[in-house]
């Protein structure tokens, strides 16, 4: 099984709030149907959740919210994941929409839930998961990121590769010589010199690598403005990006 998180900056127009880039989840979602492997699709907010979740002040620590700003996020979630799925249908690969409501409970996975997403995707299914305001208890709720849930099914679920789609060509050393890191290891560690996105998803993405990685996987970072680079780093065929050794 591979693990893929499509990035909010990838399928949607980050400096346009609401607006889908339909064209490259087109892209995508057609490269993506060359592969014989089953697939497990996470998607971001972008323009649509991230929009939502910064105007109404929400993040991913468990917090009394306004019903209004939870409603927005919520509702343009299920908006993106309906652009998205529509896509993929279209491109035939069948999609399966799998809210994250359907394998967490409070800001724990239900492992016996997770379990089963692999055995959907065996099916001939897609299972379509995304980023999401989530319900913790207590009048609370949180901001479930995708990349956060790469990090927790890759954990149960160890998947033969996990691999983050960007708008950009990789983890960068330096944002001015855009010079890219083309393997991190545990021998030969990110420094603290790398340049992070002013709204900290890199970081987190990097965060999330990492863990994912020390649990034998290999992590893939690749531009989804060349949707080739996916196939190749299924394929094992030479690609322009970053990989975190497992």
């Known amino acids: ?97 799998l809210p994250p409501s359907d394998f967490m409970t409070s800001d724990k996975p239900l492992i016996k839930k997770v379990k089963e997403i692999p055995k959907i995707a065996k099916t001939g299914l897609t299972p379509i998961s995304y980023g999401d305001v989530m319900w913790f208890g207590k009048n609370k709720f949180y901001i479930l990121s995708g990349d956060r849930i790469m990090g927790i099914l890759s954990k149960i679920l160890r998947p033969r590769l996990a691999i983050f789609v ?47 990685s020390k649990n034998g996987t290999d992590v893939f970072f690749v531009n989804g403005n060349v949707p080739k680079r996916i196939i190749n780093a299924i394929n094992d065929k030479s690609f322009e990006g970053t990989v975190f050794r497992g």
């Open 166 to 212: 960007t708008n950009v060509d990789g983890v960068y050393s330096d944002m001015k010589s855009k010079r890219l890191l083309s393997e991190i290891t545990e021998e030969k560690p990110i420094t603290s010199e790398v340049s992070m996105d002013v709204t900290g998803g890199m970081a987190r993405k990097i965060k999330e690598a990492f863990n994912i």
């Open 1 to 97: 099984m591979i693990l893929i998180k499509l990035g909010g900056s990838i399928i949607t127009n980050k400096n346009k709030p609401l607006t889908p880039n339909r064209n490259s989840i087109r892209k995508i979602a057609t490269n993506l149907k060359n592969v014989n492997e089953p697939l497990v699709i996470i998607h971001g907010g972008g323009s649509f959740g991230h929009y939502w979740s910064v105007k109404y002040d929400m993040h991913t620590k468990p917090q009394r919210h306004e019903a209004k700003g939870v409603s927005y996020v919520k509702n343009s979630m299920v908006e993106l994941n309906n652009i998205v799925l529509k896509s993929f249908l279209e491109s035939d690969l069948r999609p399966y929409c």
